[in-house]
C-alpha cells in the first residue's frame, strides 16, 4: 500500500556550499496541508522505505535513454494531503503532496470529471513509485491550488490502473521537473505545477517554502507549502544555504554533503545523500550506523524494524548533530525517537522508546550514504529553490521540543 510519509522532497543548488543570508522576500502564496493516520493496522515503516531506497539506487533509463520514473513518497503511518480542484467548475481532489516526483495525476480513487477545460492530448503517462504506479492518459486542465494559485492549463494524468494508493485520488507533484522525463509518451518531459506558476508570473521565484509540526496526533492541518519563497514567520535564526552534491547517484535527486557526529565525534565522514520527504526515518550508511547502535546502546527490535532504547539510555542520549553547509542542525535526544503517542501504528509496544535513526543498507562511499527523511525534516524549516538551485534550511519553534 502506498502511504505518503510527510512532505516533500525538493532541495537545489546553491552559488556556494557555505552559508549565505537570506535574500529579501517576494511575493507567495501558502496552501496548509492536513494530517492523516494510517487506520488499517500496524505497518512496517523501515520496509517500506527499504523497498523505497532500493528503488531509488536501482532506478534505470527505459529503453529511449530516458529516466524510468521518478521515486515515491511512502510512509505508513502518517499521510500529507491537500486539496485541488481540476476542471471548471472544479472537481475537489485529495492528492498526496510530493516533492521528490513531478507528475501530478488523478484517479486512483475518485474518477477524473472532465469539463470544459478538459484537453485529451492522447498521450501514454505512466510512472512506477517502488511501492506504488499508475498509468493512464495525459490531459491538460484548470489546476486550482488555492484562489491564488491558479494554473490555466497543467498537466495531469488520468490513471486508468494505479496500485497502492488507497484513500487517496493521487499525487500533487512539485518535485524537479527532470523526473517527469520518459512518463509521457512523445515528449521529454512535462511542465511541473511549480514550473507553471512560475512561467505565469503568479511567483515571481520558482521556489517552495516547508514548514510542518512534529506529528503526534491527527489534525485538520498542521503544515504550509510557501511558493514563491520562504516564510519568515516560520522558521528562527539564520536560513542558510548549500548546494547540491555533484556525486552520484546522489546528485540524480536532491542530493547534498553532509557529514554526522554523535556527542560531538564524527560517525559518518561528509559524503553525499540526499534529503527526502519521501522517506519516513533517517537513514545513514552501515558503518555509521553500527557506530550509532554501540553510543547509543540501542538494540533492534525484530517487530517494529527501528531501534528501541531502555529509559535510562534514553536519558544519556547525545544530539545526532547533521553538518551541512558549514553549519550543524541537531537532532535532540527527543527528535531522535519516533513519537510514543504513535507506537500503536508501528506496531510498537506503549511507553517504548523507538527511534528513528536506520540502517540505509550499505557502508559509506557507495554515492548514497544517508537519506534525511522526514523525521529529521519535521525539525526544521526547509526552502527548495530551483530558480537559484539551492537548498535552504533553518530552526524552527520545534528544533528542541519535546513533544515525542
Known amino acids: 500500500m502506498f502511504r ?19 535574500l529579501a522576500d517576494t511575493p507567495k502564496v501558502t496552501i496548509g496541508f492536513a494530517t492523516r493516520f494510517n487506520q488499517t493496522g500496524a505497518a512496517n515503516i523501515v520496509a517500506a522505505d527499504r523497498a523505497r531506497i ?24 502518517v499521510t500529507y494531503t491537500t486539496s485541488v480542484g481540476v476542471g471548471s467548475p ?15 495525476w488523478v484517479g486512483a480513487d475518485k474518477s477524473y470529471v472532465k469539463t470544459s477545460t478538459s484537453t485529451n492530448t492522447h498521450k501514454s503517462v505512466s510512472v512506477s513509485y517502488g511501492s506504488g504506479s499508475f498509468s493512464g492518459t495525459e490531459y491538460t486542465d484548470k489546476v486550482t491550488l ?39 509518451s512523445g515528449v521529454s518531459s512535462v511542465p511541473t505545477v511549480s514550473d507553471n506558476l512560475h512561467s505565469a508570473g503568479t511567483i515571481s521565484t520558482e521556489s517552495v517554502g516547508v514548514f510542518f509540526a512534529p ?6 492541518t498542521n503544515g504550509e507549502l510557501t511558493f514563491g519563497g520562504a516564510d519568515s514567520s516560520k522558521y528562527t535564526g539564520t536560513l542558510a544555504y548549500t548546494s547540491l552534491t555533484s556525486t552520484s547517484p546522489a546528485s540524480e535527486y536532491w542530493g547534498i554533503d553532509q557529514s554526522v557526529s554523535y556527542g560531538g565525534q564524527t560517525i559518518l565522514a561528509s559524503t553525499a545523500g540526499i534529503v527526502d520527504t519521501g522517506t519516513t526515518l533517517v537513514y ?36 545526532l548533530d547533521f553538518h551541512i553547509g558549514g553549519t550543524a542542525y541537531g537532532l535532540t535526544a527527543n527528535a531522535q525517537t519516533w513519537p510514543r503517542s504513535l507506537n500503536s501504528y508501528i506496531g510498537g509496544e506503549s511507553g517504548d522508546i523507538y527511534l528513528v535513526v536506520n540502517d540505509i543498507g550499505n557502508d559509506s562511499g557507495e554515492g548514497l550514504d544517508f537519506i534525511d527523511g522526514y523525521t529529521f525534516l519535521e525539525r526544521f524549516y526547509t526552502v527548495f529553490d530551483t530558480t537559484n538551485s539551492r537548498f535552504g534550511i533553518a530552526t524552527t519553534s520545534y528544533t528542541s521540543a519535546t513533544s515525542n
Not at 532500493?54 to 511512502?74: D, E, Y
Open 4 to 22: 505518503f510519509s510527510a512532505l516533500l522532497s525538493l532541495l537545489v543548488v546553491a552559488l556556494s556550499a557555505t552559508a549565505s543570508p537570506i
Open 54 to 77: 532500493a528503488h531509488l539506487k536501482n532506478r534505470t533509463p527505459s529503453g529511449n535513454g530516458r529516466r524510468a520514473a521518478s521515486f515515491s513518497i511512502t510512509n505508513t503511518a
Open 90 to 104: 472544479a472537481t475537489s481532489y485529495t492528492l498526496l503532496i510530493d516533492t521528490g516526483s513531478s507528475n501530478t
Open 146 to 184: 488555492s484562489s491564488d494559485l491558479v494554473i490555466d492549463s497543467q498537466s495531469i494524468g488520468v490513471a486508468s490502473q494505479s496500485s497502492g494508493f488507497d484513500g487517496v485520488d493521487g499525487i500533487l507533484g512539485i518535485g524537479p521537473v527532470a523526473l517527469t522525463e520518459g512518463t509521457v
Open 215 to 220: 506529528t503526534t496526533s491527527e489534525s485538520d
Open 284 to 319: 545513514i550508511a552501515t558503518d555509521a550506523y553500527n557506530k550509532y547502535v554501540s553510543a547509543t546502546g540501542a538494540s533492534l527490535d525484530s517487530t517494529t524494524g527501528l531501534l528501541r532504547i531502555s529509559a535510562a539510555k534514553y536519558a544519556d542520549l547525545k544530539t
